[in-house]
């Protein structure tokens, strides 16, 4: 192990573009998944769906043989945080089901995450984890717009969700996003929450998954025996949103969003970059 962090990879817009690709199918099987997922559909069913759709593009799963890890996606229901494990449970009404995926094209990884309320949510307190999650990830997201350090996305998503619901909602404490290139993980880590290190400088060429991660109460978790599945033991339940972003000379590019983000950063006053698989000549 070395004593030096690991180096920050920039890359360059031909590569930024590969990544967009990478992104753009990704977000297809995101919205694939969106229209599927249903009462008495199991997560072993969505999980086959997502890997036959990323073989037809041409690309590999990204999560499936990671350190072992069994399937394409990981489906988290209910009190479970991340990392679930697809298999026959039935998903019924008001389930929370955050569904987390990635893939490879050329050499080149995408990971996002979206969360999923079956049918009618079973409370306004399912509604607003939900909500807050995926509010807390364009929070951090729109951060990184302005941002001269890393830690100031994490610090925003922070301040974002203790604003929003106080401390009815809690971070998955020990987890969060990292940056993404030629590899699912890169340097460096972008946590949920303030650390103490102001994190590594924002530049062009950056790219980073960012993903909030939080839990209805205390923030309580366990590790169960399969050595993936994070569940929340003080009884509430999880919600999970993620995407991939991109740090170009023009602006952000949300590499697993449709549009790249556009209207998303529009409603926070942020003009996105333009995004280079909208070019007939890309
Ligand atoms: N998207 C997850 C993350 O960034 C990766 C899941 S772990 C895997 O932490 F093993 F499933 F790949
Ligand atoms: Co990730």
């Known amino acids: 192990?070395?004593?030096?962090?690991?180096?920050?990879?920039?890359?360059?817009?031909?590569?930024?573009?590969?990544?967009?690709?990478?992104?753009?199918?990704?977000?297809?099987?995101?919205?694939?998944?969106?229209?599927?997922?249903?009462?008495?559909?199991?997560?072993?069913?969505?999980?086959?769906?997502?890997?036959?759709?990323?073989?037809?593009?041409?690309?590999?799963?990204?999560?499936?043989?990671?350190?072992?890890?069994?399937a394409t996606l990981c489906i988290s229901v209910n009190e479970v945080v991340v990392h679930g494990i697809p298999d026959d449970r039935l998903l019924v009404e008001g389930d929370i089901v955050s569904i987390d995926g990635g893939l490879i094209i050329e050499g080149w990884h995408s990971d996002a995450a979206r969360t999923h309320i079956v049918g009618s949510p079973r409370s306004v307190a399912d509604e607003d984890l939900v909500a807050t999650t995926r509010e807390a990830l364009w929070a951090g997201i729109a951060a990184l717009a302005a941002a001269d350090r890393v830690g100031q996305v994490s610090a925003a998503i922070e301040d974002f969700v203790s604003e929003r619901a106080g401390e009815s909602l809690s971070h998955l404490e020990g987890f969060g996003g990292h940056g993404i290139g030629t590899a699912m993980h890169e340097a460096p880590d972008v946590m949920n929450?303030?650390?103490?290190?102001?994190?590594?400088?924002?530049?062009?060429?950056?790219?980073?998954?960012?993903?909030?991660?939080?839990?209805?109460?205390?923030?309580?978790?366990?590790?169960?025996?399969?050595?993936?599945?994070?569940?929340?033991?003080?009884?509430?339940?999880?919600?999970?949103?993620?995407?991939?972003v991109a740090v170009t000379e023009q602006g952000l590019l949300v590499l697993t969003e449709g549009d790249g983000g556009v209207a998303e950063l529009a409603l926070r006053g942020i003009v996105a970059a333009p995004d280079p698989l909208a070019d007939p000549a890309a």
Request: hydrophobic share 35%.
């Open 1 to 70: 192990m070395s004593i030096l962090p690991e180096r920050v990879q920039l890359k360059t817009p031909e590569q930024i573009l590969m990544m967009r690709r990478s992104g753009k199918l990704l977000h297809r099987v995101h919205e694939m998944l969106a229209a599927e997922i249903r009462p008495g559909i199991t997560t072993d069913e969505l999980d086959t769906l997502a890997h036959d759709m990323i073989r037809d593009g041409g690309a590999t799963p990204n999560f499936l043989g990671y350190q072992g890890y069994p």
């Open 193 to 244: 929450y303030r650390t103490r290190s102001r994190g590594p400088r924002v530049r062009p060429g950056m790219c980073l998954a960012i993903e909030p991660m939080l839990i209805q109460g205390p923030g309580n978790w366990t590790l169960e025996d399969d050595d993936w599945t994070v569940r929340a033991t003080a009884g509430g339940r999880a919600a999970h949103s993620e995407h991939s």
